[in-house]
């Protein structure tokens, strides 16, 4: 192709309202262009991209053996209703009504209608497993959109459901869409993670989120460098970090700590190891009546090290606040504390809670907490003799860099990432709500077990420069760059020579199935390569009179500092070499 056919539209600065480098670089590429909060017209430019991570997407869900489909972006409510997300999904949810005041949404996602599908098509264990996915423009109205593609309301995202008869098929159907999904992540020439994730109120043991790696990614990714484990922080296990409790070696004493009611400010005041003070943090649990009254409230008391953060995820796993909980009010806090939060401790309370341990607070001795009085704390407590052992000891806590692995296999460390697909074990969830069932070899009907997994296609491009970019712009990995190779003549408009050997070349890179572009707009140099360097094409052919008068042209990788002068008659060869390897 040449650029003359195409449509190139760069800037040199990028839209005051671009946060993130992504933003800022497929601005300034003439890949988006904004519409309207979070929704984008796709460039030329950018499409070619997207075109790209499709073609890889549908190649290895094919060969998974997944069929493709196209469910509408426009669904009945009446569906969504069946599965209660129409009231439940709240505000994300785009609801729109018809001429006829009948209800719809604009699809975040195709579980009900997939399921709809399968009910109606899939009657007999004999068709089953199966693996439905489509390629679709999604919309989730988010209250504040931002990070251009990253964070957007309009999206693009391939994702597939499977459906099994029971619950060694859906695993077997899980794994194959894993492998698939690494296949796919590999290809893309990506750094990525395959990371344990939370299952939420699902349940289940199967979830995975693959997470490209990116300094400025939202979500925080626990490994272990010298294991194979790997999980988000959500899921990340904390391990105890004292194997077993010491015995008590002090007496409790009352320590005046005027003004420090952080755990960090105390031990600074005491000369203590931060390490050796615990932080109280209140949670509450309401149950309700038939009318959606509070007919009684819980309170709890989380003991987690000072050093070390709550995490809500692992905290609402406990049993009793897996209903759901909120934090303490500060009436509820002082009635039964006797005393405003920064002085808390689960020493002489007022009135009982239950008292939840994090692992390694259940093995500290000798700890600082709060006294439940303003301007104190306590000194030298131990389980046992100050006060009753914990009423639970649970892992509640997010882990830290250097933490032992769950593995047992090294320590941890922690990167950021940026989330780009899932992949779920359902169960009966979506089945069970709509009678999704399928006749077993004795004709009784049973309950379809499902699956789905997601990639979110225009996410990858604002991870992958996320991942890849330069002072200069951006670096596509080869696979899915807008194009593989640009040559830069200069002087095409003004030399024979010049024009003949660059189409010539042209003409050799297409026949082989490069997909090359031929800058012809007769571009300064300076302008032309910024161009392409902004653009981030991985391989740059310049051809000018003086090199081939030489017999030479150069080539220049785009992570490449300098240019390698090449025979022209060689270029061809080492061009598709550069590719294929």
């Given at each position: ?110 579980e009900e209608v997939v399921t709809d599908i399968a009910r109606q098509e899939l009657r007999s264990y004999k068709q089953l497993p199966r693996n439905f996915y489509h390629i679709q423009t999604k919309f989730r109205d988010e209250r504040r959109p931002r990070f251009g593609v990253m964070r957007g309301r309009e999206f693009t995202m391939k994702d597939a459901y499977s459906f099994d008869r029971d619950e060694a098929g859906a695993t077997r159907s899980y794994e194959a869409m894993f492998a698939a999904y690494k296949r796919i992540f590999d290809r893309f020439g990506l750094e990525y993670r395959a990371v344990a994730a939370d299952t939420g109120a699902i349940g289940g043991d199967l979830s995975h989120e693959f997470q490209v790696i990116a300094e400025t990614g939202e979500d925080a990714i626990v490994y272990c460098p010298t294991s194979d484990y790997a999980a988000n922080i959500e899921l990340a296990e904390g391990v105890a970090l004292l194997s077993v409790r010491a015995a ?334």
């Amino acid at each position: 192709m040449k650029a003359s056919q195409f449509f190139i539209s760069t800037l040199k600065e990028a839209p005051a309202d671009a946060e993130v480098v992504s933003h800022q670089l497929m601005m300034r590429a003439g890949m988006i262009k904004r519409l309207g909060a979070g929704i984008y017209n796709y460039m030329p430019m950018g499409l070619r991209v997207i075109r790209k991570v499709e073609g890889i997407i549908r190649e290895e869900m094919n060969r998974a053996g997944a069929v493709e489909l196209l469910m509408p972006v426009v669904q009945p409510a009446e569906l969504w209703q069946e599965t209660g997300r129409f009231d439940k999904m709240g505000p994300e949810l785009m609801r729109v009504k018809d001429r006829h005041d009948r209800d719809f949404i604009i699809q975040p996602t195709s579980e009900e209608v997939v399921t709809d599908i399968a009910r109606q098509e899939l009657r007999s264990y004999k068709q089953l497993p199966r693996n439905f996915y489509h390629i679709q423009t999604k919309f989730r109205d988010e209250r504040r959109p931002r990070f251009g593609v990253m964070r957007g309301r309009e999206f693009t995202m391939k994702d597939a459901y499977s459906f099994d008869r029971d619950e060694a098929g859906a695993t077997r159907s899980y794994e194959a869409m894993f492998a698939a999904y690494k296949r796919i992540f590999d290809r893309f020439g990506l750094e990525y993670r395959a990371v344990a994730a939370d299952t939420g109120a699902i349940g289940g043991d199967l979830s995975h989120e693959f997470q490209v790696i990116a300094e400025t990614g939202e979500d925080a990714i626990v490994y272990c460098p010298t294991s194979d484990y790997a999980a988000n922080i959500e899921l990340a296990e904390g391990v105890a970090l004292l194997s077993v409790r010491a015995a008590a070696g002090a007496v409790m004493a009352k320590t005046s700590t005027p003004g420090k009611s952080t755990c960090a400010d105390v031990a600074a005041l005491l000369g203590l190891p931060l390490a050796q003070t615990v932080k109280s943090l209140v949670l509450a649990t309401d149950e309700l009546d038939e009318h959606g009254d509070v007919k009684k409230t819980t309170v709890w008391l989380l003991l987690l090290r000072g050093d070390h953060d709550m995490n809500e995820v692992k905290a609402g796993k406990v049993e009793g606040l897996k209903g759901g909980f909120r934090f303490a009010t500060l009436a509820e806090i002082e009635e039964h504390f006797g005393c405003k939060p920064g002085y808390l401790g689960p020493v002489g309370l007022r009135k009982p809670v239950k008292v939840i341990a994090d692992r390694t607070v259940a093995n500290m001795a000798d700890f600082v907490c709060g006294a439940n009085e303003p301007d104190f704390h306590l000194t030298g407590v131990n389980w046992g003799r100050d006060l009753p052992e914990p009423d639970a000891v649970v892992d509640i806590r997010n882990v830290v860099e250097g933490d032992p692995s769950p593995d047992g296999k090294g320590v941890l460390a922690i990167q950021r990432g940026i989330e780009v697909g899932h992949v779920f074990f359902l169960g009966t969830k979506y089945s069970k709500a709509m009678n999704a069932n399928y006749l077993d070899e004795t004709g009784k009907p049973q309950l379809m077990q499902m699956g789905c997994y997601g990639i979110g296609v225009t996410r990858i491009l604002g991870a992958a420069i996320e991942q890849n970019h330069d002072a200069r712009g951006i670096i596509w990995p080869i696979s899915i760059a807008p194009f593989q190779v640009v040559l830069c003549p200069i002087g095409y408009d003004r030399s024979a020579d010049v024009k003949v050997a660059a189409d010539a070349l042209h003409d050799e890179l297409a026949a082989a199935g490069i997909d090359v572009l031929l800058d012809d707009r007769g571009e300064r140099p300076g302008a032309m390569f910024a161009d392409w360097e902004l653009i981030g094409v991985p391989l740059r052919v310049v051809l000018s009179d003086r090199g081939l008068k030489e017999g030479l042209l150069e080539m220049q990788g785009r992570r490449e500092a300098e240019a390698q002068k090449i025979a022209v008659a060689e270029v061809g060869a080492v061009v598709k070499a550069r590719l294929s390897a």
